[in-house]
């Protein structure tokens, strides 16, 4: 890929989700990130922030603004996203029990499910007054593989 | 046997307008589903919500079906386990051929 950045400001709403998608798409496809790899950035970052979106704020405690920081490496993306709600740290969703029966399964927790497994990795910090996540995806260049 | 044709993203937004209309074909006595996802290029949690709903819905009497999946909705699929309590079939024909006979053969 090629090496970039992106910085913005997203609304507390989920109509932003639609601009984050479209960001995303562009961002990527300017920067040379495989197909597969924008989708997963995508839907990853889809999930956290619908999630700030509908769980972020509480009481006092609401959520004003949404920081999106991305960045391309040759090898990897790395993207931060930050919002000033209540400590919020979404890893601590339980994970679904995806050997449950049709009629047993819930639908809550697939989101963070999803972004938890399709990322390399997610880890969760209280920053100050704000919610810190950061996320890591590798990226094995389609070339460098069949050269190896 | 109702065919609906799923194009395009589903997401937070969308996904209430699929969860409408989806319902209403329930709502209205469809009893076998099939949604030929060949279209659709996105889909998140929200929609997959859905998905889940209509298919426990349908699931004492009738049945729900997909077909079509582009290989990255399948990627979502098989993360959340969904491929292994949905009916998922490779293409319109096949997911045709097999609910015809499952029909036939339960009346």
């Known amino acids: 890929m090629r090496p970039g950045s992106l910085s913005t400001k997203f609304d ?3 109509f932003e989700t639609g601009r984050l998608s479209e960001m995303i798409r562009r961002f990527g496809a300017w920067h040379g990130m495989p197909e597969d790899t ?3 950035v ?3 970052l889809d999930e956290l922030v619908t999630n700030i979106v509908v769980h972020g704020g509480q009481g006092d405690l609401q959520v004003h603004e949404i920081m999106l920081r991305i960045r391309t490496e040759k090898d990897k993306v ?3 996203i930050e919002d000033d709600g209540r400590a919020f740290n979404p890893l601590d969703a339980p994970e679904p ?3 449950a029966s049709l009629m047993d399964r819930e639908p809550g927790g697939l989101g963070i499910h999803l972004a938890r497994t399709l990322m390399d990795q997610i880890f969760y910090q209280r920053v100050g007054q704000r919610n810190l996540l950061t996320l890591t995806k590798r990226v094995q260049r389609a070339s460098a593989t069949a050269a190896s | 046997m109702t065919i609906v044709n799923l194009g395009g993203d589903v997401d937070s937004v ?4 699929l ?3 989806i319902m209403s074909l329930l709502d209205g006595g469809v009893k076998n589903l099939l949604i030929d996802c060949s279209h659709l290029t996105y889909i998140n949690s929200a929609g997959l919500r859905v998905f889940l709903l209509a298919a426990k819905q349908l699931s004492t009497e009738g049945a729900l079906a997909f077909c079509g999946l582009v290989p990255n909705v399948r990627l979502v699929f098989e993360t959340i386990g969904f491929d292994r309590i949905l009916t998922i079939y490779l293409d319109r024909a096949t997911a045709l051929s097999s609910m015809n006979t499952a029909a036939t053969s339960a009346d």
């Open chain 1, 42 to 44: 995508n839907l990853s």
């Open chain 1, 78 to 80: 790395s993207i931060e």
């Open chain 2, 19 to 21: 969860e409408t209309r």
């Open chain 2, 14 to 17: 969308s996904a209430s307008e």
């Open chain 1, 97 to 99: 029990d995806l050997s």
């Open chain 1, 38 to 40: 924008i989708f997963v």
């Open chain 1, 12 to 14: 507390v709403s989920l």
